[in-house]
């Protein structure tokens, strides 16, 4: 069974196109048997992916802080929990439970977690691609800062063609799981 770590907001975001979008990729997850690990939340995008992947009859395991539980409200109909103590045992978590790396729209954390899956790939310390979803061009800035860093010197061409960037959550999956 694959495992798609999806990395995503606590919050709903201010466009509908958020959580459509978070609901279309758990629902293509799900439909091609890829099990969701996520943050292990019940609210913003966290809870509409779990809760799509779980409506079609998926597995979804959360990971969340114990210190977190309390704001980020932990999802009650999950597969499996695990409550860990602080933020880098979340994260070394869903790396080692995940095959692959999607990103949603979030906030400064989605970006330091896209951030550690991206750079730990690039040095070889996992075997799993990671994504940026493009929903409504939320990452589109973040895209021209990476050709910025390329045409800057500070990363190689074969670094910035490894950023995966699609705006269908179907693509996205065929790009992250394809042999």
Do not use: W
Not at 113 to 126: N, P, R
Not at 155 to 170: F, H, L, N, Q, T
């Amino acid at each position: 069974m694959k495992k798609c770590a999806v990395f995503c907001g606590s919050r709903a975001g201010n466009h509908p196109e958020y959580l459509a979008s978070a609901r279309k990729l758990g629902h293509a997850m799900a439909e091609r048997n890829i099990d969701l690990v996520y943050g292990g939340a019940s609210v913003g995008i966290m809870a509409a992916i779990a809760d799509a992947v779980l409506e079609r009859g998926g597995k979804v395991t959360g990971v969340l802080p114990k210190f977190l539980s309390d704001r980020e409200i932990a999802h009650e109909k999950l597969t499996e929990l695990y409550i860990v103590e602080t933020m880098h045992e979340r994260k070394r978590m869903i790396a080692e439970l995940s095959d692959g790396f999607i990103s949603l729209p979030g906030g400064i954390g989605t970006m330091e977690e896209y951030f550690e899956m991206l750079t730990m790939g690039a040095l070889d310390q996992h075997k799993g691609k990671s994504g940026l979803l493009n929903v409504n061009d939320y990452y589109t800035p973040l895209i021209q800062f990476f050709d910025h860093m390329k045409d800057q010197g500070f990363i190689d061409p074969s670094s910035r063609k490894a950023m995966i960037v699609e705006e269908d959550p179907e693509a996205i999956l065929d790009i992250i799981f394809s042999e």
